[in-house]
């Protein structure tokens, strides 16, 4: 069975929301919180969350939690500086990393276990779900894809290395309009919370 190191990204500035969005309450526990739980609740076999901003404030919250964190000094350049930190502090054993959003926690473990599944039965690298023929988050990208991602640039992004291995893709049909929504402003919050 490979293993797997789930990359939950919270280091950014919540500049569009005006306060930190990962510790706003999402049904009764910070939203932060919540990504952790329903990862938890897959088959992934380690959690590290990648700090930034308000790296304290965000410490307070995860320390008691089952979770390692690595802190993103070059947060402020973007987000792929992030899944970079990621990459570079995920444990040697794992075979694969799945990259989540921090203003995601709308995303059901169930969508976790299907790409899981899927990269088991797969000899894709790029694994990506797909909603109503939409790409969305979380994304699982194989350990052989390491270096390449520590070489690219912060504004190349994921999207420089999935077109340049296009062929290495595998799309994951989700019943999960979910991974195409993140919580930017305080009218997402809102309406994130009365969907969920």
């Not at 320390?63 to 987000?79: F, I, K, R, T």
């Not at 570079?88 to 054993?93: G, K």
């Not at 296009?166 to 195409?180: C, M, R, S, T």
Request: charged share 25%.
């Amino acid at each position: 069975m490979p293993e797997t190191c789930a990359i939950i990204l919270a280091a950014g500035k919540s500049e569009r929301m005006g306060t930190n969005k990962l510790l706003l309450p999402f049904h009764g526990k910070p939203m932060i919180t919540s990504v952790i739980d329903h990862v938890q609740q897959s088959a992934v076999d380690h959690i590290c969350i990648v700090l930034g901003a308000f790296r304290d404030d965000m410490l307070a919250v995860i320390s008691d939690l089952p979770v390692n964190h690595c802190y993103n000094a070059d947060y402020e350049q973007g987000m792929f500086t992030s899944v970079q930190c990621g990459f570079r502090n995920m444990p040697l054993s794992a075979d694969a990393a799945i990259v989540f959003l921090g203003d995601q926690p709308m995303i059901p473990a169930e969508v976790t276990q299907k790409i899981i599944r899927a990269y088991e039965q797969s000899t894709k690298g790029i694994l990506i779900p797909v909603y109503r023929s939409k790409r969305g988050h979380p994304v699982l990208i194989d350990k052989k894809y390491t270096a390449i991602i520590d070489e690219l640039f912060a504004a190349d992004g994921l999207h420089t290395l999935m077109e340049k291995y296009k062929e290495d893709i595998l799309e994951v049909d989700v019943q999960a309009p979910g991974v195409l929504r993140d919580i930017d402003t305080e009218q997402d919050y809102k309406n994130e919370i009365k969907l969920n």
